[in-house]
């Protein structure tokens, strides 16, 4: 028999109407991200690892508590340097620091505009310039979740006993069915319950040991990535200070290494570092080179040398030996006159006369004496190679010239080189050697102490080798200073030096009661290091011949010590 229709017969759907579909429409939308800021990340020096974003129209960097990126780092000064936003960006100049500012390790004389990931050098602090200009945004795309379908509903497939022909629902009972069957089945799926569950837990603990080893290895990597990378900081700063020291061979090695190791750790500054070594290094030895030649009294060699330095940051060692070979043309230049009027028939001293006034106009080309004095001594050679040549004529105009400067009389001297100088050199070259002396001889208290030196001998050369009565101040102010020097060097226990200086001191101020002690305390001390270079002549041949020297350039000639010294060192070279 036929099932009695249903109470709620399918509703058919009206005229025009469009069957739900069971989802709901989509919507999308766009949520703007925010514009990123520009920033400075602190890459080394005390505040490494520290972000300062940049707000505002001018942020200034410094060691003061007030600065707007404060960096608590000594070589960086209260107010250092200033950031001033532009139309263009950001741009960055310094504010008068003892360190300087650079930006990609060239120095900032001036405003200049930053890009993104330039490096700013502060003293030992590094900064990385990020530049927020570019950030774009974010697209967000948000979809409407469908709406869950319900789920259809079982109808028989015959039609109902009115005829409608609508099908009604299934209806099922569970009476029908064995109860030892369906507890049969639950025991079953009980079982298979319990196993998939133990199988999960299974796979659970193990997934859980495989997590953690993961973590183990991963946390392992990255100690030993931060231990490296303190380590490569380290080996760039030690790379750094080398090239304020001016040592560009050994920080170029140092560099070298550490890209080799990581070519991305601080891959732009390390090849910035690179490019500014490869200029210096040939400054470096070109600086070496001149040191040596100064020191072995090659002074056009030097010169050369010193021509040859361009585009340097070691500014301090190229004044320093341009100094030194200021002070070492003035010294040559008087020797030269000595010997030229010592030995004026020693060919072998005119030949050496010959070849000192070549190395003067070697490194100074300009210089007024070493043409004169070059040309006496081809002279003089000359007459000592062919003694039947009449001698010349003898011209001294210039005497009498050198005696009134040396009596004080400097506008009588002018005067008198003046009317001689048409037709005799020497009156031309004092004419303009008093010129150079009053000038100089105006402005002693801004002097340094080689140019007091060179100033004393213009004095002497002027005077006819002995000072003038006009160089006075020149001998009071020269003590002063050089006084000062000695003192200094001897605190330092530089005795080579301090005697140097002392030595100077009195031959403007024989009497100087301070110099005259430096000099005794000397002699005492190469006494002292003269008894242990003999302690050591035999177990330590090479130490005690250092120290004997050391007394050696200690010491003056007739010192008891300097000859015993002198001796010792050529019995440890005959061996």
């Not at 069957?19 to 429409?25: C, S």
């Not at 470096?284 to 030649?293: D, G, T, V, Y």
């Not at 060097?489 to 200086?501: E, G, L, P």
């Amino acid at each position: 028999m036929p099932p009695p229709p249903s109470k709620n017969p399918t509703a058919r759907p009206r005229t025009g109407q469009q069957p739900a579909t069971g989802t709901r429409p989509r919507r999308t939308g766009v949520a703007p991200a925010a514009k990123p800021s520009s920033k400075l990340i602190c890459s080394a020096g005390p505040a490494s690892g520290q972000e300062f974003p940049l707000s505002g129209d001018e942020v200034t960097i410094g060691r003061a508590a007030d600065a707007t990126v404060s960096v608590p780092d000594t070589s960086v000064s209260r107010k250092h340097a200033l950031l001033r936003k532009t139309e263009d960006g950001w741009a960055i100049s310094d504010l008068g620091s003892g360190n300087g500012t650079m930006v990609n390790g060239e120095q900032v004389p001036e405003e200049r505009p930053l890009a993104n990931d330039d490096v700013i050098t502060l003293g030992d602090s590094e900064f990385q310039f990020v530049d927020g200009a570019g950030g774009g945004a974010a697209v967000a795309d948000s979809t409407l979740a469908p709406a869950p379908r319900r789920p259809p509903v079982r109808t028989s497939r015959a039609g109902g006993s009115n005829g409608t022909g609508r099908s009604r629902p299934v209806r099922t009972s569970r009476s029908s069915e064995d109860p030892a069957v369906a507890a049969k089945k639950r025991r079953r799926l009980f079982i298979v319950a319990g196993s998939s569950l133990a199988v999960l837990m299974a796979l659970f603990v193990g997934y859980k040991a495989i997590v953690k080893k993961r973590e183990a290895a991963v946390a392992l990597v990255e100690a030993q990535r931060d231990a490296q990378r303190k380590e490569l900081t380290t080996a760039f700063q030690e790379a750094k200070n080398l090239t304020k020291e001016g040592k560009w061979v050994e920080a170029k090695t140092r560099l070298e290494q550490i890209a080799e190791f990581d070519p991305k750790f601080e891959a732009k500054s390390i090849a910035t570092y690179l490019d500014r070594a490869n200029t210096e290094i040939p400054n470096e030895q070109a600086l070496e080179e001149a040191k040596q030649a100064l020191t072995s009294d090659q002074l056009g060699k030097g010169a050369a040398a010193l021509a040859r330095v361009k585009n340097t940051m070691m500014e301090k060692r190229v004044t320093e030996l341009k100094e030194l070979l200021e002070q070492k043309l003035g010294d040559k230049v008087i020797d030269a006159r000595k010997r030229l009027s010592a030995s004026p028939r020693d060919l072998a001293a005119m030949e050496q006369v010959k070849g000192m006034a070549e190395d003067i106009l070697a490194a100074r080309p300009e210089d007024r004496d070493a043409p004169d004095i070059k040309k006496q001594a081809e002279d003089n050679i000359n007459r000592i190679k062919n003694p039947n040549l009449p001698p010349p004529t003898p011209e001294t105009p210039h005497l009498e010239v050198m005696a009134r400067f040396r009596n004080g009389d400097l506008s009588g001297a002018m005067s008198l080189a003046q009317a001689c100088a048409s037709k005799n050199a020497q009156c031309r070259a004092l004419e303009a050697q008093m010129k150079e002396f009053d000038s100089k001889s105006k402005n002693l208290e801004n002097l340094s102490s080689a140019e007091l030196r060179n100033l004393y001998n213009l004095d002497k050369k002027i005077a006819g080798g002995q000072s003038s009565d006009l160089s006075k101040q020149i001998r009071t102010r020269l003590a002063t200073v050089f006084y000062k020097e000695a003192s200094n060097a001897k605190t330092v226990r530089d005795w080579v030096s301090a005697i140097q200086k002392a030595q100077v001191v009195l031959e403007v101020d024989p009497g100087h009661p301070g110099a005259s002690t430096i000099i005794q305390e000397a002699r005492s001390q190469a006494h002292d290091i003269y008894l242990r270079g003999y302690q050591l002549r035999e177990t330590s041949p090479d130490e005690a011949a250092r120290l004997f020297k050391e007394v050696i350039m200690m010491t003056p000639p007739e010192d008891t010590d300097h000859q015993k010294a002198k001796s010792r060192l050529e019995e440890l070279q005959r061996q």
